[in-house]
């Protein structure tokens, strides 16, 4: 569980305390995990309640056509916004690592396109993350999940490192609303959402447990999200108080190139996503056929143009913008925030005699919809003014 939190998302913790504001940062992170713990075993109990199997199930039991419609495009959505995601972090962070092994790069020809965040987007893409995503059975890519707890250690250890190691011309300023409560709050609650959303995975994980009780699967997700909480604090602190205003969407842009430590990590998390991207590839593919075509035999060719169309699309939207912490935030506060915060307690509400509990949720629907709403607004009359600073390419 601690792995499937622990994802892309954890890069742009930095980011978010520069949108929240230290201090803001801080209890926003603290008091989501509460949340976050909170729905996750929330989805085990409607589970139970409802006598369905699976989070889908539920939705549906609970809301019918209208439930199975908001579930399916919460998960597809938030499935797609991870692959283009790990395709703006590919661009991000192969081409350094070529450009750090031959410094001459630019003056090779041919091989100066490996230099060239686009054409590496492409190949690399098309060239390792397509092959994979053609598997049907997911299982084949269980090595993935080891290869992304190992690049998550090393890349949390070298900001935390080198962070120390920055010189002082290097780093950012400091204004009040940074160290206490900045103007991006609601933006800053998308971005360390789409870092700790695990719902989907809810059931499964409860399922493996030796003994599955609700008992025993709360101190697994006590421990997790408690573990997880601890990762994105120390990578949030070590980024945002090395560069403050300076901090962006990944972090690791903000070291110099020629860092060997910095290009290690690089390395490990751009190879990291090109094995990860087949995994949410893989999600958004069953969740249109379960919709469209449920319980119909494989079809060799559905299998082909939605995985197709699925990579090719996610690769051309990973193009267009060097701007992780946007996307962060647009599918933090869309889809992350209904799988998190409105699906599960509206759920809750509806299976449930009214208690003190139904209340709570009551209110943590209504924090999903207001973040939901009002971060969409802001990020999306930021996209338009062309406000902040401008991303940077590398």
Not at 310 to 339: K, N, R, Y
Request: hydrophobic share 50%; net charge positive; proline share 4%.
């Amino acid at each position: 569980m601690a792995n499937s939190i622990i994802g892309a998302g954890i890069i742009g913790q930095p980011y978010a305390f520069r949108d929240a504001g230290l201090v803001a940062g801080i209890a926003l992170l603290v008091g989501l995990t509460v949340v976050i713990d909170w729905t996750i075993r929330l989805i085990v109990i409607n589970s139970k309640l409802s006598g369905a199997s699976s989070f889908q199930g539920t939705v549906e039991h609970c809301f019918g056509k209208t439930g199975l419609v908001a579930i399916s495009v919460a998960q597809w959505a938030f499935a797609f916004g991870g692959m283009v995601a790990f395709g703006v972090i590919v661009g991000d962070s192969i081409p350094p690592v070529f450009r750090a092994i031959w410094p001459n790069l630019h003056e090779i020809p041919v091989l100066n396109l490996l230099g060239d965040r686009r054409f590496v987007i492409v190949i690399f893409i098309l060239g390792i993350s397509y092959p994979l995503t053609l598997y049907r059975d997911i299982a084949k890519l269980a090595k993935a999940s080891t290869l992304a707890l190992i690049s998550m250690a090393i890349i949390v250890g070298t900001v935390v490192i080198q962070g120390a190691l920055t010189p002082l011309a290097d780093r950012g300023s400091f204004t009040t609303p940074l160290l206490t409560v900045n103007d991006g709050i609601f933006q800053a609650v998308g971005v360390i959402s789409f870092a700790f959303v695990c719902q989907h995975n809810s059931l499964l994980i409860y399922g493996s447990l030796k003994t599955p009780t609700i008992d025993r699967f709360a101190t697994v997700t006590h421990y997790s999200t408690g573990v997880s909480m601890i990762a994105c604090l120390v990578m949030a602190l070590a980024g945002f108080l090395t560069f403050g205003d300076k901090t962006m969407g990944n972090v690791l842009n903000n070291f110099p190139a020629d860092n060997t430590m910095v290009t290690i990590a690089r390395l490990c998390f751009g190879l990291n996503m090109l094995t990860t991207l087949p995994l949410e590839a893989f999600v958004c593919r069953e969740v249109m056929l379960n919709y469209w075509f449920p319980g119909e035999p494989f079809n060799m060719n559905l299998h082909l143009i939605y995985s197709s169309a699925l990579v090719v699309s996610a690769m051309i939207l990973s193009l267009f913008t060097c701007d992780l912490g946007i996307v962060f935030e647009l599918v933090g506060a869309t889809s992350a925030a209904a799988l998190a915060y409105i699906l599960p307690p509206l759920c809750y509400i509806k299976l449930s005699s009214r208690s003190w509990r139904t209340y709570v949720a009551m209110g943590i629907v209504a924090f999903g919809c207001a973040i939901m709403f009002i971060s969409v607004l802001q990020t999306g009359a930021r996209v338009i003014k062309g406000g902040g600073e401008p991303a940077k390419c590398v």
